[in-house]
């Protein structure tokens, strides 16, 4: 696999599992790989085509799981509100559905919100941890300005597309729009490619909302690498520093310049980073 490939070219067949009623889609990149495998966990609104080249970089070490969080993608939409709970042990259930005891976990935005529940829950399952663009929750995290949470409550009424640019614009930083104007209309078209409902966004809302692990992560025993771009003002820059203070065997891998989806902007910093911090630990 190359650098190159998204996980829409390599179309991995996506598979499902069930936990408590609740059909659950996930797809494995690689499953004969050598390494220890990687659960790889999406944020708000996200389907697993988000990863885009991400996955296929990191699964040319080892079998990647990627997969489309309760109410969204191909999984079902139940009733809201969510819980990070659930949500952890949603994928908990998918790392059983592929037979995996123990992974690496990955996750961005509210998937490192799971993820450090995950962690938190059963600790055992969890080798070593990758938290990109997330925060602890609870009272200590630093929220993003008004401005940007205003543009997350579009006004009813408005043109889909419209409210679609708006939304995935606060991701990017205003000099990376500039200068790849092709690649963020290109962006906006793959978002009505893929299911993203508006009552599962709702839902997942709601557990991010409820979300705080601000004073149970100080336990987590895992190496934990945290990625963060310098410029992200969805969630700023100064949660991955708290984080940081907080799990005792965390390390910092600042992405100077990038907004929140930074491996879209990094220039291939981020899987650098990730591939070496994955690689001593089988």
């Not at 309760?70 to 949500?87: K, T």
Request: charged share 25%; hydrophobic share 40%.
């Amino acid at each position: 696999m190359s650098n190159t490939q998204t996980v829409a070219d390599l179309a991995p067949a996506t598979r499902y599992a069930q936990r408590d009623g609740v059909r659950l889609a996930w797809a494995a990149l690689n499953e004969q790989g050598r390494g220890l495998p990687l659960v790889m966990v999406m944020g708000l609104g996200g389907v697993k085509e988000d990863w885009r080249h991400l996955a296929p970089a990191l699964a040319q070490d080892r079998p990647v799981l990627i997969q489309d969080n309760r109410g969204m993608g191909e999984s079902d939409v139940p009733e809201g509100p969510y819980d990070m709970e659930m949500l952890a042990r949603d994928v908990y259930a998918l790392m059983d559905a592929a037979g995996w005891q123990r992974a690496h976990l990955m996750g961005i935005s509210m998937g490192g919100m799971i993820a450090q529940t995950m962690a938190v829950l059963e600790p055992g399952r969890c080798e070593r941890l990758v938290l990109g663009c997330t925060s602890h929750g609870g009272r200590g995290q630093v929220p993003a300005s008004r401005e940007v949470l205003a543009k997350l409550d579009p006004q009813p009424g408005r043109d889909a597309e419209e409210v679609v640019r708006d939304l995935l614009r606060v991701n990017y930083t205003e000099q990376w729009l500039r200068e790849n104007p092709d690649r963020f209309e290109s962006l906006v078209v793959e978002r009505f490619r893929y299911t993203r409902r508006v009552r599962g966004i709702e839902a997942q809302l709601a557990a991010i909302r409820g979300f705080d692990v601000e004073h149970r992560i100080g336990d987590l025993p895992h190496e934990t690498l945290v990625l963060h771009g310098t410029d992200d003002i969805l969630i700023p820059f100064a949660n991955a520093r708290l984080i940081l203070q907080k799990i005792p065997r965390a390390r910092l891998h600042p992405l100077p310049g990038c907004g929140h989806l930074f491996w879209d902007m990094d220039g291939g910093a981020s899987i650098t980073a990730i591939r070496e911090f994955l690689e001593d630990a089988g």
